[in-house]
């Protein structure tokens, strides 16, 4: 019989991976104990495997249509043994794409391409990451040119990069907004803002909202207003208080109340447009008021637009829709450029000065490294360039229109269209429907935030220069989607 093995089969298919490697105590999938002795033979097959990996990656390897079938297969397999299995039914794009699992593999602007050639038009940006498409020339180019240079921080010698795009930073950030610590996530830069607001107005407590998202560190989780991320992980930090969103009145009444209780609180934590919790947008008059309150009761305001920064809601901060300056600003994903992971909090002089005392005070071995901080200078200059705050906005309104108009088509399932430049949210009846809207979407051809764990809202995030044919695409497949959906 022909040998059909190819480099990518599947190493034992009755006893799974997780057997060969391990040198300590592990459990199999049936739940019984082994113990397996690491070996001269396993760490050769590691080496084996990883120029494998290496090969593909560097572009030497040619794939079959058999090679890419077996590594769809293995990626499962390693995702269920080393990874976490969950993500596997958790995924439309493993449990909806006809018969093999979509394994992402290249991408350029507004498509995403898996290892088999599918095209996807992207509209979840990587819950956005990729505002300025996926792999901008520009800052893959910056990357690339610096990674030849110099990669990472020697930790001793200044870095210019890092102090460019402080100076960039402070200048496009609203109002007195300058001094910028960069780090790596969302939530660290969530954690940071934190800790500068404790130390800055030596108070412990946080107000945050009903429904916002803020991270999953423990900082930033305590901040999370959704009870099945803070469950499991409770006690979490103590003193916060959650008010709902978009209601200042709210948030007076509960400074009003801890007040009179003697509880002291830093700041009060917000994001401009709730992404998470499903594209709630506030009314206009709320962040005027919100920052007239903090003031009045002189608590500091902490805006999270790491999902909203960099011109993702038509302004470059989501902040200058109401002409209001938080004291702390959180950004992060688009700062990356879709290329590299990089965040930041940025504050006035004045609140920075606690941490000038002691600049080892908050301190990070990664953040700001030279390929991020080059990653994000040259974001920042196709943002600004390419003017894509602008298109957000002309964009957004555009698609707004369209899923409003299908939405009259459909008023039993699809409940409400709403969202601010291209951060828009589609409300459906339930759960249930709207995860085979998102399955529908994506056999489609169209890949939306929508996911088994919350999908009664799906969230529509494309890069903000998509081109109009493309929304175009996207509404007619939706509007199928919802036909057949409804028949
Ligand atoms: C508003 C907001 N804050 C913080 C975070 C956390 O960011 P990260 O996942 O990079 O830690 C997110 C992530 O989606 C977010 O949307």
Same mark, same amino acid.
């Given at each position: 019989?022909?040998?059909?093995?190819?480099?990518?089969?599947?190493?034992?298919?009755?006893?799974?991976?997780?057997?060969?490697?391990?040198?300590?105590?592990?459990?199999?999938?049936?739940?019984?104990?082994?113990?397996?002795?690491?070996?001269?033979?396993?760490?050769?097959?590691?080496?084996?495997?990883?120029?494998?990996?290496?090969?593909?990656?560097?572009?030497?390897?040619?794939?079959?249509?058999?090679?890419?079938?077996?590594?769809?297969?293995?990626?499962?397999?390693?995702?269920?043994?080393?990874?976490?299995?969950?993500?596997?039914?958790?995924?439309?794009?493993?449990?909806?794409?006809?018969?093999?699992?979509?394994?992402?593999?290249?991408?350029?602007?507004?498509?995403?391409?898996?290892?088999?050639?599918?095209? !996807? +038009?992207?509209? %979840? #940006? =990587? /819950?956005?990451?990729?505002?300025? *498409?996926?792999?901008?020339?520009?800052?893959?180019?910056?990357?690339?040119?610096?990674?030849?240079?110099?990669?990472?921080?020697?930790?001793?010698?200044?870095?210019?990069?890092?102090?460019?795009?402080?100076?960039?930073?402070?200048?496009?950030?609203?109002?007195?907004?300058?001094?910028?610590?960069?780090?790596?996530?969302?939530?660290?830069?969530?954690?940071?803002?934190?800790?500068?607001?404790?130390?800055?107005?030596?108070?412990?407590? !946080? +107000?945050?909202? %009903? #429904? =916002? /998202?803020?991270?999953?560190?423990? *900082?930033?989780?305590?901040?999370?207003?959704?009870?099945?991320?803070?469950?499991?992980?409770?006690?979490?930090?103590?003193?916060?208080?959650?008010?709902?969103?978009?209601?200042?009145?709210?948030?007076?009444?509960?400074?009003?109340?801890?007040?009179?209780?003697?509880?002291?609180?830093?700041?009060?934590?917000?994001?401009?447009?709730?992404?998470?919790?499903?594209?709630?947008?506030?009314?206009?008059?709320?962040?005027?008021?919100?920052?007239? +309150?903090?003031?009045?009761?002189?608590?500091?305001?902490?805006?999270?637009?790491?999902?909203?920064?960099?011109?993702?809601?038509?302004?470059?901060?989501?902040?200058?829709?109401?002409?209001?300056?938080?004291?702390?600003?959180?950004?992060?994903?688009?700062?990356?450029?879709?290329?590299?992971?990089?965040?930041?909090?940025?504050?006035?002089?004045?609140?920075?000065?606690?941490?000038?005392?002691?600049?080892?005070?908050?301190?990070?071995?990664?953040?700001?490294?030279?390929?991020?901080?080059?990653?994000?200078?040259?974001?920042?200059?196709?943002?600004?360039?390419?003017?894509?705050?602008?298109?957000?906005?002309?964009?957004?309104?555009?698609?707004?229109?369209?899923?409003?108009?299908?939405?009259?088509?459909?008023?039993?399932?699809?409940?409400?269209?709403?969202?601010?430049?291209?951060?828009?949210?589609?409300?459906?009846?339930?759960?249930?429907?709207?995860?085979?809207?998102?399955?529908?979407?994506?056999?489609?051809?169209?890949?939306?935030?929508?996911?088994?764990?919350?999908?009664?809202?799906?969230?529509?995030?494309?890069?903000?220069?998509?081109?109009?044919?493309?929304?175009?695409?996207?509404?007619?497949?939706?509007?199928?989607?919802?036909?057949?959906?409804?028949?």
């Amino acid at each position: 019989m022909k040998n059909t093995k190819t480099k990518f089969t599947l190493r034992n298919e009755k006893k799974p991976p997780v057997c060969e490697y391990k040198s300590k105590v592990t459990y199999g999938r049936d739940g019984k104990r082994r113990n397996y002795v690491c070996s001269q033979i396993a760490t050769s097959e590691v080496i084996r495997r990883s120029q494998i990996y290496l090969d593909l990656i560097g572009g030497k390897t040619k794939l079959t249509k058999r090679d890419k079938q077996d590594l769809i297969a293995l990626t499962l397999q390693n995702f269920d043994n080393f990874v976490n299995r969950g993500f596997i039914d958790y995924r439309k794009s493993v449990a909806e794409a006809d018969d093999y699992a979509a394994i992402e593999w290249s991408g350029r602007g507004s498509i995403l391409c898996d290892i088999l050639g599918r095209k !996807f +038009i992207d509209c %979840l #940006g =990587g /819950f956005g990451i990729y505002n300025t *498409g996926i792999k901008h020339p520009k800052v893959v180019k910056a990357v690339s040119d610096q990674l030849k240079r110099m990669p990472l921080s020697s930790q001793e010698l200044l870095d210019p990069l890092r102090g460019a795009l402080g100076e960039m930073l402070g200048e496009i950030a609203p109002g007195d907004l300058q001094c910028c610590f960069f780090i790596n996530n969302g939530t660290d830069a969530v954690e940071g803002a934190m800790k500068l607001a404790r130390m800055y107005t030596k108070k412990t407590g !946080f +107000i945050s909202t %009903l #429904g =916002g /998202f803020h991270g999953k560190s423990f *900082g930033s989780l305590s901040l999370l207003g959704k009870a099945s991320y803070r469950k499991p992980f409770e006690p979490l930090l103590d003193n916060i208080h959650f008010v709902p969103f978009g209601n200042a009145k709210a948030l007076e009444e509960e400074l009003k109340k801890l007040t009179a209780l003697g509880v002291e609180i830093a700041a009060f934590v917000v994001e401009p447009v709730q992404g998470e919790a499903g594209v709630h947008v506030p009314p206009d008059d709320y962040f005027p008021q919100v920052r007239a +309150i903090c003031d009045r009761y002189k608590i500091l305001l902490i805006l999270d637009e790491v999902q909203t920064g960099f011109g993702r809601t038509g302004k470059m901060f989501a902040c200058e829709h109401w002409s209001i300056v938080p004291d702390i600003m959180c950004v992060a994903k688009s700062l990356g450029g879709g290329v590299m992971p990089i965040s930041a909090f940025i504050s006035n002089k004045k609140i920075w000065s606690v941490l000038e005392k002691n600049p080892f005070i908050h301190s990070t071995t990664f953040g700001g490294n030279p390929l991020a901080c080059a990653a994000g200078i040259a974001a920042i200059n196709v943002i600004l360039s390419e003017k894509l705050a602008d298109k957000a906005a002309e964009r957004g309104e555009y698609f707004l229109k369209g899923l409003r108009a299908i939405a009259k088509k459909y008023p039993k399932h699809l409940k409400e269209v709403r969202g601010k430049g291209l951060l828009i949210g589609l409300e459906f009846a339930d759960e249930k429907f709207g995860y085979r809207v998102a399955a529908g979407l994506f056999k489609r051809g169209v890949l939306v935030a929508g996911t088994l764990i919350g999908v009664k809202t799906i969230r529509i995030e494309p890069a903000l220069n998509i081109p109009y044919k493309l929304i175009d695409t996207v509404l007619e497949k939706l509007d199928d989607t919802l036909n057949v959906l409804t028949r």
